[in-house]
């Protein structure tokens, strides 16, 4: 049963795409303090590592193309395991939700509004998300295609504000870390962001495409968003070199510094805008993807009913998960990633792996 | 406090009546089910009470059970 009969275009839904992974460039705090002035090498490396795991997304969604992961989960694994790993699912939206607003908050805390409590911001926030989500997937998507290209202007003018700061001896030494150090950053991110496209899978049946394109436009989504934060990585080293870990948020840092002769400056207010933006599309999606996830594995007609209690819950949770940002980015740097790759990589490859040996849509079909 | 139990109460009255009326009580049980779960998480957070992070506690099992970290 489809729960959202909402449909999106193909280039909505590439831009979605897109829009997700740029939204995650505020997180580059995860890795830099690991690979420094080389972190550039591992978003690229990253990129290439996750390239084989989006084919195998691009697979499950062209083997059940009226399907979501809840469903697909039932049909693969069976009713008891495949609700189990959706009940895992469903933590892991929850906690993307609830991390995506966390970020947001302390980003505006920090950047914007220091007298503002976080409370009154994620509150805020979480509820113009909930009025989104409320009208389904038509609404949580429509707007994504106008950030994604906001962002990509932005971050254009950003590179040309910066270009009198731009020093290219910033980025040597280059390959003077240990091997481990550009494992450990690949690891990062190809699970945040890079792997956490795999919440797409919850929208395939909502994409007005036949299953055999949407490998073209699933894969260009994520092309630009690779793209996109391999630029921001590079400008941000080329601008800050390997200080480039000490900061919480290099990218911003860099935003801050740049200016146009005397006439324009302080213009991060504008970034800073841009990114929250971009944060709304992003927890909103997530926001979208865990009510429907919800009202899938109950059987609901609809995800009305759940959208405020998991918005309240979203909220208390952002703030139980980490006592402070300095334990998020450990967090994040550490044991985040290897808990990801669990849902990221290993579930959806296990679910293609089982699904064939089944040979299951065929079976289906025949049904 | 005050403002958590309000919210909640605003929460419950645009979230269960509508269920009540349409007498969908699976509905108002799962949603019930995670209502509850927020108002005895939000009370706990704001009477100062240490909630454990399952996302630490997730890291710490990985870290000292599996051994698996960096």
Redesign the interface.
């Known amino acids: 049963m489809q729960i959202d009969k909402g449909k999106i275009t193909a280039v909505q839904f590439m831009f979605s795409v897109a829009c997700y992974m740029q939204a995650s460039s505020l997180l580059t705090a995860f890795f830099v303090g690991i690979t420094k002035q080389d972190s550039w090498i591992v978003v690229i490396l990253a990129f290439l590592v996750c390239l084989p795991f989006l084919f195998i997304f691009i697979s499950i969604m062209r083997n059940f193309p009226d399907k979501n992961l809840i469903q697909i989960n039932t049909l693969v694994f069976g009713p008891v395991v495949g609700n189990i790993i959706s009940a895992m699912y469903i933590?892991y939206f929850l906690?993307l939700t609830s991390l995506n607003l966390r970020d947001l908050s302390d980003f505006v805390h920090q950047t914007i509004m220091p007298k503002t409590p976080s409370i009154v911001i994620m509150?805020l926030f979480l509820l113009v998300c909930a009025w989104a989500v409320r009208f389904g997937i038509g609404v949580v998507t429509r707007y994504n295609t106008l950030f994604s290209i906001i962002q990509i202007v932005i971050l254009a003018l950003a590179v040309v504000f910066t270009a009198n700061l731009i020093d290219f001896q910033n980025f040597l030494p280059m390959f003077d870390q240990p091997a481990?150090e550009y494992v450990?950053g690949t690891?990062v991110v190809s699970t945040i962001p890079f792997g956490e496209v795999v919440v797409f899978l919850m929208i395939t049946p909502n994409i007005k495409l036949p299953p055999k394109k949407i490998s073209k436009f699933f894969l260009w989504g994520f092309v630009i968003g690779g793209i996109v934060l391999v630029v921001v990585i590079l400008r941000d080293t080329a601008v800050l070199g390997n200080v480039l870990g000490l900061f919480s948020l290099p990218s911003f840092e860099t935003q801050r510094m740049a200016s146009l002769m005397e006439a324009l400056s302080r213009l991060e207010i504008m970034f800073a805008s841009v990114l929250i933006i971009l944060l709304f599309a992003k927890v909103t999606f997530l926001y979208y993807v865990t009510v429907l996830s919800?009202a899938q594995i109950?059987k609901?007609e609809t995800f009305k009913?759940?959208?405020?209690?998991?918005g309240?819950?979203a909220i208390?949770?952002a703030?139980?998960?980490?006592?402070s940002s300095m334990?998020h980015v450990e967090?994040g740097?550490?044991?985040?990633p290897?808990?990801w790759t669990l849902f990221e990589f290993v579930l959806p490859m296990l679910t293609l792996l089982i699904a064939k040996m089944r040979k299951l849509p065929q079976t289906e079909e025949v049904v | 406090m005050p403002y958590v139990i309000f919210?909640?109460l605003v929460?419950a009255l645009?979230?269960f009546l509508?269920?009540i009326k349409q007498k969908?009580y699976?509905?108002l049980f799962?949603?019930g089910a995670?209502?509850i779960?927020?108002v005895v998480?939000?009370i706990l957070?704001v009477s100062g009470v240490v909630?454990p992070?399952?996302?630490?506690l997730?890291?710490d099992f990985?870290?000292k059970v599996l051994h698996?970290?960096?």
Not at chain 1, 305 to 310: D, K, R, V, Y
Request: hydrophobic content about 55%; glycine content about 4%.
């Open positions: 933590w906690t509150f481990m450990h690891h919800l109950f609901f009913p759940f959208i405020l209690s998991i309240a819950l208390v949770y703030f139980i998960l980490y006592s334990q967090s740097t550490n044991a985040t290897i808990l | 919210a909640f929460i645009i979230d509508p269920l969908k699976k509905e799962c949603v995670f209502f779960t927020g998480l939000s957070y909630i992070s399952p996302m630490v997730l890291g990985l870290k698996l970290s960096y």
